[in-house]
């Protein structure tokens, strides 16, 4: 299938992102509410037992991860639309091959073919400075 054959489904994968960004958009949303409630953070301010402090400080850092996870999430779905919006959608991003359309499928906000995502996998991940 030629890279401009795939344009016929970008209607498809348009409604199957912006459905998924809707989803997210709540998702977060009730995440950051349940946070305020949830007062993790306060609650390990109060104790002072180690493992319940600890315990609070876990239970805080998933609930972040959890949302940083939907955040990068909603910002691939960005980057798709805009490439849906540019004609490029579909487009290997490495190698300008056309991504297979049962990958597409699966994983919609894909920016690479199988090929070139291996590729980027199988290389070691750059060293960033440690955060705090």
Do not use: W
């Not at 940083?68 to 639309?81: M, T």
């Not at 070139?116 to 070691?124: G, I, L, N, T, V």
């Amino acid at each position: 299938m030629a890279a401009t054959d795939l344009r016929f489904l970008y209607p498809h994968f348009e409604n199957k992102l912006r459905d998924r960004l809707r989803v997210l958009r709540g998702e977060i949303r009730a995440a950051l509410l349940r946070g305020d409630t949830e007062a993790y953070g306060e609650l390990a301010g109060q104790v002072h037992d180690v493992e319940e402090e600890s315990l609070a400080d876990l239970l805080t850092d998933l609930n972040l991860a959890g949302i940083s996870r939907e955040v990068q999430e909603v910002r691939d779905i960005d980057a798709a639309l805009r490439r849906i919006a540019a004609g490029t959608y579909g487009e290997c991003l490495d190698c300008g091959e056309q991504i297979d359309a049962a990958r597409l499928e699966a994983y919609p906000t894909a920016k690479r073919c199988l090929a070139c995502q291996r590729a980027c996998e199988s290389q070691p991940a750059a060293k960033s400075p440690p955060k705090l």
